[in-house]
């Protein structure tokens, strides 16, 4: 029988495997217009743990005891839709769960790359096309630039490192520890700093003597307060996430916010949802990189629905380089 993972409590602070319940889902013939899936990679993604509340935002609250959803790569091993048959490759969002069924309109068969079906909920999904407009739409980043990038090992940072190297960018990373570190450079970063190694402010100043032309933000709290010590006038910042207040929601002192005023800095957030509609430009130059080498990923593989919240947990501790992944 198929099983899904539903939010049995809200979490207060950090979520606890207690927060998590798997059950059983009860089966039945297809309607017409449906496929049934068999999921082979599920995804855990920061923006999850906002949902986890229920609060007002930009995507709806899971409910309580109901399966949560996030982006799934499976097989349709059963088919009412002659558009969707039996055996295709999707992308859809019915993931924490090994079965789903939904409308064959729902779900987006995969592009014709070649890479490994578990790449679109990555490099070639939701965090690559993120990173994509983010950084040259958002941030409107350009040959030349200087780019400070936060969570620079993680599936965004590292793509963003990636295409502003593709670019002609020169790149700032921060990681945490020496291995990621490590990888962050050897994607063509030109500086990596170690945020667990003394004073960011600090680090980045002597990194980008000039100042930064553009911040792409995945963390928030210090790493942002650095960016806007050593931004250059008229910088870019564009805030995807800022994954060290998801669990506590405790506002970071910003010591160098009026520097905004006096720097004319533009910091604008943005949701991926937004670009939807021009994936083929992303697609488009991304089969560009690939084909040039210029693109490299990154997984961390979490094996078994059983262990769903475990991947999840893991990336609030730096489990993942690259994106973190469950395959079913």
Request: glycine fraction near 12%; proline fraction near 6%.
């Amino acid at each position: 029988m198929a099983q899904a993972w539903t939010l049995k409590s809200r979490p207060i602070g950090t979520p606890t495997p207690d927060n998590f319940e798997l059950v059983e889902l009860l089966g039945g013939p297809l309607e017409p217009g449906q496929v049934r899936i068999a999921n082979r990679w599920l995804s855990v993604d920061p923006y999850m743990r906002g949902r986890m509340n229920d609060v007002k935002s930009y995507t709806p609250p899971f409910q309580l005891g109901q399966p949560m959803q996030g982006g799934a790569v499976g097989e349709v091993v059963e088919s009412a839709d002659p558009n969707v048959p039996q055996g295709t490759l999707v992308l859809h969002m019915d993931g924490w769960r090994d079965e789903a069924v939904l409308p064959g309109a729902h779900v987006q068969k995969l592009p014709d790359l070649p890479v490994e079906p578990q790449a679109y909920l990555g490099q070639l999904g939701m965090p690559g096309m993120t990173a994509y407009f983010g950084l040259l739409e958002v941030a409107g980043a350009k040959s030349g630039d200087t780019v400070f990038v936060s969570a620079a090992a993680g599936a965004v940072g590292s793509t963003v490192v990636q295409i502003a190297k593709a670019k002609g960018m020169r790149v700032i990373g921060s990681a945490g520890g020496a291995e990621k570190c490590a990888w962050v450079k050897s994607l063509g970063a030109d500086a990596v700093i170690d945020y667990k190694q003394g004073s960011l402010v600090k680090a980045l100043a002597a990194a980008a003597p000039e100042g930064i032309d553009v911040y792409f933000d995945n963390v928030g709290a210090e790493h942002l307060d650095a960016a806007l010590a050593v931004a250059k006038e008229r910088a870019r910042f564009a805030i995807c996430g800022m994954i060290d207040i998801y669990n506590d929601g405790k506002p970071t002192e910003l010591r160098y916010l009026a520097r905004v005023i006096g720097a004319r800095l533009t910091i604008k957030g943005f949701i991926v949802s937004d670009f939807m509609g021009r994936a083929g430009e992303f697609y488009r130059d991304m089969a560009g990189w690939l084909q040039a080498g210029q693109l490299t990923r990154e997984e961390t593989v979490v094996e078994g629905l059983a262990r769903m919240p475990e991947a999840f947990l893991g990336l609030f501790s730096g489990e993942n380089k690259g994106k973190m992944l469950v395959r079913v």
